[in-house]
């Protein structure tokens, strides 16, 4: 008897299904989502692998832009207390000091940001580079067949765009984040050894704009779209 295509065929006692039904390629608009637990966290997982060459890199870089950003800061609070203090009319030789941290915090701004784009950037470069060679040897030792569900098109986003897209967890994710978190640190004790009710303060702040803030946000964001969702579908079908 024939059989229809795609029907499940036996050979040697176990059931399996055609060829062209195995290595279908996925419909259109559809995208492959495994069902795995900790799906999420598997990605993140292989990239702190993959950074492991890079770390001190990763770390000289945090303290690049905890350096630039404290520079800032110095340069805001040493600007701010020379105006205000010079208003005064006092002898120049009081605000010698308050000068020369105005020129040293701007020069140090700019070195500091660029050495930490140097090395962040030759940190994510190198990784990308792990990665891209990971994936090709991946390709390699599969094969073309195991490779037939996925469009040419597909595997050329994956290679280009998805591990570009990689760099950003450490550029604007990682490195940030670290340095943020140092500079808060020095300020929060900085603050606290002049006036300890001042840097408990800070500190509430720091936490409030860091943590309870961006929280809020997201909260907020996921509320609004679980309410337009329904209008947007009921456009959507409505609409010839």
Same mark, same amino acid.
């Not at 492991?52 to 832009?65: C, D, E, H, K, N």
């Not at 020129?103 to 470069?125: Q, T």
């Not at 050329?156 to 967890?169: I, K, P, Y």
């Given at each position: @008897?024939?059989?229809?295509?795609?029907?499940?065929?036996?050979?040697?006692?176990?059931?399996?299904? &055609?060829? @062209?039904?195995?290595?279908?390629?996925? !419909?259109?608009?559809?995208?492959?989502?495994?069902?795995?637990?900790?799906?999420?966290?598997?990605?993140?997982?292989?990239?702190?692998?993959?950074?492991?060459? %890079? *770390?001190?890199?990763?770390?000289? !870089?945090?303290?690049?832009?905890?350096?630039?950003?404290?520079?800032? =800061?110095?340069?805001?609070? *040493? &600007?701010?207390?020379?105006?205000?203090? @010079? &208003?005064?009319?006092?002898?120049?030789?009081?605000?010698?000091?308050?000068?020369? &941290?105005?020129?040293?915090? +701007?020069?140090?701004?700019?070195?500091?940001?660029?050495?930490?784009?140097?090395?962040?950037? /030759? !940190?994510?470069?190198?990784?990308?580079?792990?990665?891209?060679?990971?994936?090709? *040897?991946?390709?390699?030792?599969? +094969?073309? =067949?195991?490779?037939?569900?996925?469009?040419?098109?597909?595997?050329?986003?994956?290679?280009?765009?998805?591990?570009?897209? %990689?760099? /950003?967890?450490?550029?604007? =994710?990682?490195?940030?984040?670290?340095?943020?978190?140092?500079?808060?640190?020095?300020? =929060?004790?900085?603050?606290?050894?002049?006036?300890?009710?001042?840097? @408990?303060?800070?500190?509430?702040?720091?936490? %409030?704009? +860091?943590?309870?803030?961006?929280?809020?946000?997201?909260w907020a964001g996921a509320r609004a779209a679980t309410r337009l969702a329904p209008t947007f579908r009921s456009k959507l079908v409505a609409s010839p």
């Amino acid at each position: @008897a024939r059989r229809p295509p795609g029907s499940p065929t036996r050979r040697g006692g176990n059931v399996t299904t &055609s060829s @062209a039904q195995e290595f279908a390629p996925p !419909a259109p608009g559809t995208a492959h989502i495994s069902s795995a637990p900790g799906n999420a966290a598997r990605p993140m997982a292989r990239l702190m692998t993959l950074s492991r060459p %890079v *770390t001190w890199r990763l770390l000289l !870089a945090s303290l690049l832009g905890a350096l630039a950003i404290g520079s800032s =800061v110095g340069l805001l609070a *040493t &600007s701010a207390w020379l105006i205000s203090r @010079a &208003s005064e009319q006092p002898p120049i030789l009081y605000l010698q000091i308050a000068i020369v &941290s105005v020129r040293a915090f +701007g020069l140090g701004r700019a070195v500091f940001r660029y050495a930490e784009r140097l090395v962040s950037h /030759d !940190a994510a470069f190198r990784t990308l580079t792990d990665m891209r060679v990971a994936i090709y *040897t991946r390709l390699a030792a599969n +094969g073309p =067949v195991a490779l037939r569900p996925y469009r040419r098109g597909d595997l050329l986003s994956r290679l280009v765009s998805d591990v570009d897209a %990689v760099q /950003d967890l450490s550029l604007r =994710v990682l490195v940030p984040a670290l340095s943020g978190l140092l500079v808060g640190a020095a300020s =929060v004790a900085l603050a606290a050894w002049l006036l300890p009710g001042a840097g @408990a303060v800070l500190a509430v702040a720091l936490l %409030v704009g +860091g943590l309870v803030g961006p929280w809020i946000t997201i909260w907020a964001g996921a509320r609004a779209a679980t309410r337009l969702a329904p209008t947007f579908r009921s456009k959507l079908v409505a609409s010839p």
